[in-house]
């Protein structure tokens, strides 16, 4: 009965929702105001989200102003390489919609810079120089300049350079994909990094599973979380691996370049740092008890850099602590994997030598790809493994190693009393205890 009423009051919220939507959107197109969108909380921008261009196989995704470059207009794409001998050029238009430009347009030659790999798709940065009438607020790109009127604009973001920021710390988590069930993981993850100082956490999302939509739900209505839809299964076929020989498709990795070089021109002027990792990732500071002491620390010692990369410790998932003092009975009906349980790491580089994950001064990265930084503007530094490491925990892919092979580290358990408590807290308002 209870959860009839709840029901109907979720459809009454949902329908309101939609209404307002609905008014929102009506109302913004009628009045054509010039949008504002870097001024607005990331929550109210418009939504990225995959535009094809008109004419052509190319893909648009977003579109920023990139201060460091001289105000040219970077627009993050998906290319497709058997297209990429025909010139691009870049539209600017005033005041104009989703649907066509409204307002006077002015046209130029882009250029681009493509993610190197064997795929037929990549992401890309096409480059559209500033654009020379001021009240330029949308950009499309195309093959064909003469013929620009017709075209799918993206609202210009970024438009003005900030030097204060709303957060310290804001986690991109590139993606999610399939039926990816791994509730427990996250919220424990989730609630991990809020002890420790992230303030935002944004994801795209392609798929996933039942149970952790709600801890996403639940997260998204604490306004902690923005999902990005990240429908890139309805365009493209999507590889689930960096190689194409591991996984056939036409992108790598469900589009997780696109989306990690979105989500840093997305916030570059929301937060101080971004950190760059997966769902079943953390970064854990060895000195420090949170990343802000951990990142003040590391911006003194090294003051002129800008990226700083934690090396890949993975922690098989397979072994266990033995003490018993995990897995906790309340949480055995919760699907996913419990990061307190697997204490025991690979030696280093045992999974891949160049694997590190990320935090960056996003105003200093030009371009990214998922482990290093490839165009940026500051220097990169190998964190010490013992001041700080990537906690990968996951099923062993390379080598299954005994016990014996591998060190017990109990750094997480200095942490489990409040990550416990805000674990069960966050499980039960998502509706999973
Ligand atoms: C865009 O729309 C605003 C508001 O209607 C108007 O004031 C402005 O002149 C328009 N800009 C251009 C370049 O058409
Ligand atoms: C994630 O994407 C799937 C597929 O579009 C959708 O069904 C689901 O509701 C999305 N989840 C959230 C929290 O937006
Ligand atoms: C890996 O090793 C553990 C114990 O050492 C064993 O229980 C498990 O079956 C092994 N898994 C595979 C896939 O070899």
Excluded at 92 to 103: K, Q, R
Excluded at 303 to 319: G, K, L
Aim: proline share 6%; with cysteine.
């Amino acid at each position: 009965m209870a959860s009839t009423k709840k029901m109907v009051i979720l459809i009454g919220i949902n329908s309101f929702i939609f209404l307002l939507v609905t008014w929102l959107l009506r109302d913004q197109s009628n009045q054509m105001e010039i949008p504002v969108d870097q001024n607005r909380p990331p929550e109210e921008r418009a939504q990225p989200t995959i535009t094809p261009v008109l004419n052509s196989k190319h893909f648009m995704v977003s579109a920023f102003k990139d201060h460091r470059q001289s105000g040219a207009v970077r627009v993050i794409s998906i290319l497709c390489r058997e297209e990429l001998k025909k010139k691009l050029y870049c539209a600017f238009c005033a005041n104009a919609t989703a649907e066509g430009s409204v307002g006077p347009c002015t046209s130029s030659e882009a250029w681009f810079d493509i993610h190197r790999n064997n795929f037929p798709y990549a992401t890309a940065s096409v480059m559209c120089p500033s654009p020379s009438s001021p009240g330029a607020t949308h950009v499309s790109i195309t093959n064909d300049p003469n013929n620009i009127h017709n075209l799918k604009f993206l609202p210009i973001q970024n438009q003005e350079a900030k030097n204060s920021y709303k957060y310290n710390f804001i986690w991109c988590i590139s993606n999610i994909f399939g039926k990816s069930n791994n509730a427990l993981q996250f919220v424990q993850t989730m609630e991990l990094y809020r002890i420790m100082g992230v303030q935002r956490v944004v994801i795209y999302n392609t798929s996933c599973g039942p149970d952790i939509e709600k801890a996403f739900k639940y997260y998204q209505k604490e306004g902690i979380l923005e999902v990005v839809p990240w429908p890139i299964d309805k365009f493209l076929k999507p590889s689930g691996s960096w190689r194409p020989d591991y996984s056939p498709g036409e992108i790598h990795y469900y589009g997780q370049v696109t989306t990690l070089n979105d989500c840093i021109y997305r916030y570059m002027y929301e937060s101080k740092y971004l950190v760059l990792n997966d769902l079943d990732e953390f970064i854990m500071p060895y000195k420090h008890a949170s990343l802000g002491d951990l990142m003040g620390f590391l911006q003194e010692r090294y003051s002129d850099a800008a990226i700083f990369r934690f090396w890949n410790y993975v922690y098989p998932n397979t072994q266990s602590d033995d003490s018993g003092r995990y897995p906790l009975p309340q949480w055995k009906n919760v699907p996913g994997v419990s990061i307190l349980e697997h204490i025991y790491r690979e030696p280093e580089n045992a999974d891949s030598p160049i694997s590190a994950k990320l935090i960056v001064d996003p105003r200093r990265v030009e371009q990214t790809i998922v482990h290093q930084t490839q165009k940026q503007f500051g220097r990169t530094i190998e964190v010490p493994t013992d001041i700080g490491h990537l906690m990968h925990i996951r099923h062993p892919k390379e080598k299954n190693f005994s016990k014996d092979q591998l060190t017990k580290d109990k750094r997480l358990w200095d942490f489990e009393t409040k990550l416990i408590s805000r674990t069960n807290q966050a499980l039960f308002k998502s509706g999973l205890l």
